[in-house]
């Protein structure tokens, strides 16, 4: 059962990078989500300095997934930034993680093969009944932003399972640093749309030192997740890894309802009495199934 441990820590450096990044994309010189994403991007290729530990050179299949996994990565970024600019912090990703474990669970039975046993498939359905229950009702998301947060996360779905296919084809450390190299490349493909390269230069040279150290540190956390969150996806059943994203966005919650309690402005977040009864009936049904999963997983 680590891979419990390091999927639900993961998930925590996820609500925090979640955060920063809803918190600078409100920014005059950080508003543009291919600039974000490409700046994340690069700084994805830190993963090389792992490749002495470990590194040990893939079949070809390897490669190919390994890559894919990184490009489906960045343009599922692409498309959440684009929807978490306008949207709220906790719902936006609560949308995306909620459905993500859908497609995720859908993907990994057509190429994986992956099937649950009963327990483990009641554990899933009362996780991911609690992600909806955080993000249903008034106040959510526009009909544009929707359609957005499904592409990001079937995208986002197809990434995980690329990168457990890529797992399967070789170590861990190996897997990880071929999924970054490919969100990297991808990220280049960035640079050719219209205006992204003159406002990525203008975000270097015109940022404040203070928001550049946010972006950093964001982003420190959200690398760390994304090592935790691989190593539990190379440990267990994807499927079930990521229907603990539901633990993400309690996190979130969490987080935003104490930053907005003091900096009310920051992140725009709408916390009535009537959204935080149902996100707590979801928080209820997430430790219901995170119960059910720690007695049911073999």
Request: hydrophobic share 55%.
């Amino acid at each position: 059962m680590t891979w419990l441990i390091w999927a639900s820590v993961g998930y925590f450096f996820n609500a925090l990078v979640a955060l920063v990044d809803k918190s600078l994309l409100g920014r005059e010189r950080l508003d543009n989500p291919a600039v974000y994403t490409f700046a994340i991007s690069c700084l994805g290729l830190l993963a090389l300095v792992l490749v002495p530990f470990g590194w040990q050179t893939p079949s070809f299949i390897g490669w190919v997934w390994g890559l894919a996994s990184g490009l489906c990565f960045t343009a599922a970024l692409w498309v959440m930034f684009t929807v978490l600019k306008s949207g709220e912090a906790s719902r936006v990703p609560a949308y995306i993680g909620s459905l993500n474990p859908l497609f995720v669970f859908a993907v990994s039975f057509l190429l994986i093969g992956e099937r649950l046993a009963l327990e483990q498939l009641l554990a899933f359905v009362v996780l991911v009944l609690g992600g909806f229950m955080m993000v249903s009702g008034r106040g959510g998301l526009n009909k544009k932003q929707i359609s957005l947060a499904v592409l990001s996360s079937a995208i986002f779905g197809m990434a995980f399972v690329f990168l457990k296919l890529t797992f399967m084809e070789t170590s861990f450390i190996t897997g990880l640093v071929l999924s970054r190299t490919g969100a990297f490349l991808s990220g280049l493909l960035l640079l050719f749309l219209p205006g992204t390269l003159s406002s990525f230069s203008h975000m270097v040279k015109q940022t404040s030192g203070g928001i550049k150290f946010s972006f950093l540190a964001g982003q420190a956390s959200g690398a760390l997740a994304g090592v935790l969150n691989s190593y539990a996806v190379s440990l267990a059943s994807v499927t079930l890894v990521q229907s603990l994203q539901g633990m993400q966005y309690v996190f979130i919650l969490v987080l935003a309802l104490l930053i907005s309690y003091k900096w009310p402005q920051l992140l725009r977040e709408e916390i009535s009495s009537d959204v935080l009864v149902r996100k707590i009936i979801g928080i209820i049904f997430i430790a219901g199934g995170l119960w059910w999963l720690s007695w049911s997983y073999v």
